[in-house]
Nanobody, 131 residues
Framework: DVQLVESGGGSVQTGGSLTLSCATSSYIYKNYCMGWFRQVPGKAREGVAT???????SYVDSVRGRFAISQDNAKNTRYLRMDNLKPEDSAMYYC?????????????????????????WGEGTLVTITS
């Protein structure tokens, strides 16, 4: 079963914007840390943004101020809005989830420092930024 359904991605010019979405079940939505990793060929996956069960969001320095997670509770879907995109943001982006009921205060950011131990992965969506 596919637990995380991703959509979005594509190709935009430098400075443009894209929004990724990640839809899931109600159970995962309420009880799991969720967020996004990205990966370029030859490198490990990098966690870039997370959201806790209480709605606290965390971002790595390279995307803070440009990326933002939002959510639609009625659709059990979270979104990663990416603004002012740069060529170095080009990567395969993966939605991810890790069991952490009651998470808050940025707790989920610790899970996303490594791709080891993540419970569920989306299928990935390619983001390409052209200069």
């Amino acid at each position: 079963d596919v637990q995380l359904v991703e959509s979005g991605g594509g190709s935009v010019q430098t400075g443009g914007s894209l929004t990724l979405s990640c839809a899931t079940s109600s159970y995962i939505y309420k009880n799991y840390c969720m967020g996004w990793f990205r990966q370029v060929p030859g490198k490990a996956r990098e966690g870039v943004a997370t959201i806790d069960s209480d709605g606290t969001t965390s971002y790595v320095d390279s995307v803070r101020g440009r990326f933002a997670i939002s959510q639609d509770n009625a659709k059990n879907t979270r979104y990663l809005r990416m603004d002012n995109l740069k060529p170095e943001d080009s990567a395969m982006y993966y939605c991810a989830a890790n069991f952490a009921p009651g998470s808050g205060g940025g707790y989920c950011s610790w899970f996303f420092k490594s791709d080891n131990g993540i419970d569920y992965w989306g299928e990935g969506t390619l983001v390409t930024i052209t200069s």
